[in-house]
């Protein structure tokens, strides 16, 4: 019996490439002796080549959805079908629209109900059937879509409900249209209802803040605050539709909760122009940072394409609640307690400051390369656009005014040193804003001490000659530094 020892050696040694000749001197030097090496390389070759000859099973394929509906599949007869069921809807609100005045409750009730069972009873026996489980979804999503007018209708006209449309009534509709869709979802095992079901979920959670008495969101903000509740959930839910191999509902969920996400965090930021509520830009900045470490939490999770909504809103929030906190002076008002309302110091330093923490901002996220990560990195390309732009820009603005030599000077010497700090850097945004705003310094000298009309001339000239320069300078930079690193 060959010994586990030597064999397990002998496997491992084959396996990683050794030869014969080097697997028989090492044993031989240990005190193995030629019949135990022998037969533990005659039962290694065995193993290995049972091994090679076991066939491998190939990974598991992707799922082909059925909702997906090529083009060049498409048959005539699926494209009438499609057709013709439009046509038929369309039909029907037409007429339903033109005679409504004159029916009374029970034919305004039955004109709805009568097209969605039809729909119901013939889509569910073709969506069962193998032949024509495409033809199905058309009726069935016709039908289910005709439920929530069914409902709104038969619920005004018995007067169910003490006013039509209050928010019991949009709640109830809501919330029974929710259970079919979910109920559907379950029975038929088709992405469409999923879409529906979120879709509707957020109108049941409207309603129902409304009637516990929060007001809409066009009044006051406080809806867009709890809207991100289901938002930052629906971006969770992804994940979870994911793991069970639901792509399409994924990408639903989290479409849409994208979607609620950016509408109330636009709702949140208007808030913050309002009479004292500039300080709210704060509290939206951390929840940029959180959101862009919710877009770190899905690419280390392997969830790469899931985080880019969050990565988007994150740097989005950041960069317009720093502009919030700077435009109007905020970000140093609130260190320095001033109550000026309009500071020109004041201003031009908060912009200042705030164009060093985009820059800051774009650093950091370039380290996070070091993390593995692909997609966060990307977003330093455009920290370093408007990190620049804002502190030169800052710097101008508080040159103006008369002749200020300090903020002149420092506009020249901050200019400079992100044309030249962009060479190790490799930033290119850093040569090309300094540029500008070096042509921005060199016009406006020549308008503050040159004003005669020679003057003009002679300053012109001058710009000129450094424009071609400059141009010959960043052109010897690019061949030289950011040629290479295309390569």
Excluded at 373 to 401: H, Q, R, T
């Amino acid at each position: 019996m060959v010994n586990k020892q030597i064999l397990d050696y002998v496997q491992k040694s084959l396996e990683g490439g050794y030869s014969v000749e080097q697997i028989s001197a090492a044993l031989t030097g240990q005190g193995w002796n030629s019949t135990e090496i022998n037969e533990a390389l005659l039962k290694a070759r065995e193993i290995i080549q049972q091994k090679s000859a076991a066939p491998v099973a190939p990974p598991a394929p992707p799922k082909k959805s059925e909702w997906n509906i090529e083009l060049k599949s498409l048959s005539a007869s699926q494209i009438l079908l499609y057709l013709g069921g439009l046509i038929v809807v369309l039909a029907g609100i037409i007429y339903i629209g033109i005679n409504w005045s004159q029916w009374g409750s029970a034919a305004r009730i039955f004109a709805i109900f009568l097209p969605m069972l039809i729909c119901y009873g013939a889509g569910a026996p073709m969506f069962f059937s193998s032949e024509h489980k495409k033809q199905g979804i058309v009726f069935l999503v016709v039908g289910s879509l005709l439920f929530p007018f069914f409902l709104s209708v038969m619920f005004k006209e018995l007067e169910m409900f003490a006013k039509p449309f209050n928010d019991n009534f949009n709640l109830t509709v809501s919330l029974l249209s929710f259970v079919l869709y979910l109920v559907s979802s379950f029975i038929f095992r088709f992405p469409i209802w999923a879409f529906l079901y979120q879709g509707v979920g957020l109108f049941v959670y409207y309603f129902f803040l409304k009637l516990i008495g929060i007001e809409s969101v066009f009044e006051k903000p406080t809806m867009a605050w709890l809207f991100l509740i289901p938002g930052t959930a629906y971006l969770f839910l992804s994940l979870f539709y994911d793991k069970n191999e639901q792509k399409e509902e994924g990408h639903y969920s989290h479409a849409i909760g994208t979607l609620v996400l950016v509408l109330s965090f636009i709702r949140l930021f208007g808030e913050t122009f309002a009479q004292n509520k500039e300080h709210l830009a704060w509290l939206l900045l951390f929840f940029g940072v959180a959101y862009f470490l919710l877009g770190i939490f899905y690419e280390k999770a392997n969830f790469k394409k899931y985080c880019q909504a969050p990565y988007l809103i994150g740097a989005g929030i950041v960069f317009f609640s720093l502009l919030r906190l700077a435009i109007d002076g905020t970000l140093l008002k609130d260190f320095t307690g001033s109550t000026a309302v309009y500071d020109q110091d004041i201003i031009g330093w908060s912009n200042v400051i705030v164009g060093v923490i985009y820059l800051v901002f774009a650093y950091v996220v370039e380290k996070l390369k070091n993390l593995q990560l692909e997609e966060a990195p990307k977003y330093k390309e455009f920290f370093n656009l408007v990190g620049p732009f804002w502190v030169l820009g800052a710097i101008s603005y508080l040159g103006l005014d008369g002749k200020k030599p300090v903020y002149e000077t420092l506009l020249l010497l901050s200019s400079l040193g992100f044309i030249f700090g962009g060479i190790p850097k490799l930033a290119r945004q850093y040569l090309f804003i300094g540029t500008l705003f070096l042509i921005i310094y060199i016009f406006s000298i020549g308008g503050e001490y040159f004003q005669n009309e020679v003057g003009w001339s002679i300053t012109l000239f001058v710009a000129g000659l450094a424009s071609m320069g400059i141009s010959i300078v960043m052109e010897k930079v690019r061949r030289k530094y950011f040629a290479v690193a295309k390569v």
